[in-house]
């Protein structure tokens, strides 16, 4: 697509309760990001994945949180056990070299 | 540890003014990319510019310009004669190497609030 394509992008759901948010890179994007816009906590950057090497997960904040990306393309981010805290903007962003990144509209979780 | 300040955190400016968001980084590595972009309502993270750390030269494109001082470690963004569409979210930020790629590490923001 023209864009990074992400869904939904509004989530409520109850604490406790599993959550998965997806991201459509721009085709031909090797590389793609997943960053947490956090109240006070500004953008923190969560996971990473480069073609199909094996993911850089040091962002990703708790064991409920996973990420994969199938194909090369689609990536879902998936949060087991919502908790309050985990409510925030999660924004995916893909890029075809180091240092250009283009970032889609985000999804905002909401935990109740 | 990288590190990126945006020490205002809201600013408000009459249609027309000229309005300097700073931004301040911290780094050790040698080679880096200092970036803005830009959030507006919509929420989704516009870029606007990237710099590379061995290029100081200041830079103009239309009503914005970019004052990059690695001496200061300071990369402060002008927005001359604003605009209400310039009401937004500007985020500094500056690349992390990490195994040979990168991660963006982000300032909290700088809100511009342009009233007409």
């Known amino acids: 697509g023209a864009g990074v394509s992400q869904s939904p992008s509004n989530k409520v759901t109850e604490k406790g309760k599993d959550v998965e948010l997806r991201c459509d890179p721009i085709?031909?994007?090797?590389?793609l990001y997943w960053y947490r816009q956090s109240l006070g906590q500004g953008l923190e950057f969560l996971i990473y994945?480069?073609?199909?090497?094996?993911?850089?997960k040091s962002g990703l904040p708790s064991d409920r949180f996973s990420a994969e990306r199938t194909g090369g393309s689609v990536s879902t981010l998936t949060i087991q056990r919502t908790q309050q805290e985990d409510s925030a903007v999660y924004l995916c962003?893909?890029?075809?070299?180091?240092?250009?990144?283009?970032f889609g509209s985000g999804t905002r979780l909401t935990v109740v | 540890a990288q590190k990126v300040t945006q020490a205002q955190t809201e600013i408000s400016v009459v249609e027309k003014e000229d309005v300097t968001l700073d931004c301040v980084y911290e780094?050790?590595?040698?080679?880096?990319?200092l970036f803005w972009y830009k959030q507006p309502p919509s929420g989704e993270l516009v870029f606007l510019i990237r710099?590379?750390?061995?290029?100081?030269q200041n830079e103009i494109s239309g009503r914005y310009s970019w004052n990059f001082q690695k001496s200061t470690s300071s990369f402060n963004f002008t927005i001359t004669a604003s605009q209400v569409v310039d009401s937004a979210v500007y985020f500094c930020?500056?690349?992390?190497?990490?195994?040979?790629?990168?991660?963006?590490?982000f300032g909290k923001g700088t809100m511009l609030l342009v009233s007409p």
């Open positions: 962003a893909s890029s075809s070299s180091d240092y250009g990144y283009t």
């Open positions: 085709s031909g994007h090797t590389a």
């Open positions: 994945f480069q073609g199909n090497s094996a993911p850089d």
């Open positions: 780094t050790r590595d040698t080679t880096y990319y």
């Open positions: 710099r590379n750390s061995f290029d100081e």
């Open positions: 930020a500056l690349s992390e190497a990490r195994r040979g790629y990168s991660t963006l590490t």
